[in-house]
């Protein structure tokens, strides 16, 4: 049975941190790992890596993948307290007819001013 | 820039009955999905659907069905509501196989 596991479940900061949040998987015929950023309603994406992207940067957020490990980790710079939110690890499989993803618990991220 | 739109944002149902949540999606986009996100869990996948008139299930279809008639709407249907169903239900779609997938503002379904 295919797997992602994140951690920590939630993490409390102080504005300024840099945070790094983890995210492990086990998952048949790999394709690509997804992050994705929920405030109050719907998840907005983040990053995709895939085995010819690794790593991807936008702004204070990048993101890598260990394919050999299996795992990639999320980091925030400078954090700001609009980066309060949960953030969720997906990894996708290949061959399923459809893009079914497989979600981790997320890593609820509180930033204090 | 609609994107995917869910109706009703929230409901209250008593348990038996059954209702359906309506989703449509603007971007022409082949790939459609129902999601359920319980407290303190990631989502779980319901159904799916890669085409018009093409359905299956996901990791936890039982009690729900749906329909897919055209490339914009996807129905989630609830035929007898149990108070195990309450969560958050979360439409979304994708281009493509492969491509990221977009969500939904999401349904709060509360069965009492």
């Known amino acids: 049975e295919d797997k992602v596991v994140q951690s920590p479940l939630s993490l409390v900061v102080h504005e300024g941190d840099t945070v790094t949040l983890n995210c492990s998987y086990e998952v048949t015929n790999f394709r690509s790992l997804l992050w994705y950023k929920q405030e109050k309603k719907a998840p907005t994406f983040l990053f995709m890596l895939?085995?010819?992207?690794i790593e991807k940067k936008s702004g204070r957020l990048s993101s890598i993948l260990d394919k050999k490990e299996l795992f990639s980790i999320l980091n925030i710079t400078a954090t700001q307290t609009g980066d309060s939110a949960i953030y969720l690890c997906?990894?996708?499989?290949?061959?399923?007819?459809?893009?079914?993803?497989?979600f981790g618990q997320g890593t609820r991220l509180t930033i204090n001013p | 820039n609609a994107g995917v739109t869910q109706t009703p944002k929230f409901r209250i149902l008593k348990i038996g009955q059954s209702m359906t949540l309506q989703c449509a999606q603007d971007?022409?986009?082949?790939?459609m999905y129902w999601y359920r996100q319980d407290p303190g869990m990631g989502l779980k996948l319901i159904y799916y659907s890669v085409g018009a008139g093409i359905t299956d299930k996901g990791e936890v279809p039982n009690g729900y069905n749906v329909s897919r008639s055209t490339t914009e709407d996807f129905p989630l249907r609830l035929e007898l509501a149990a108070p195990s169903q309450t969560s958050v239900y979360f439409c979304?779609?994708?281009?493509?196989?492969?491509?990221?997938?977009?969500f939904g503002d999401g349904t709060r379904l509360s069965i009492l």
């Open positions: 997906a990894v996708e499989a290949i061959g399923q007819g459809a893009q079914k993803l497989v």
């Open positions: 895939t085995s010819s992207g």
């Open positions: 971007m022409n986009h082949n790939y």
């Open positions: 979304a779609s994708s281009y493509k196989e492969g491509g990221p997938q977009h």
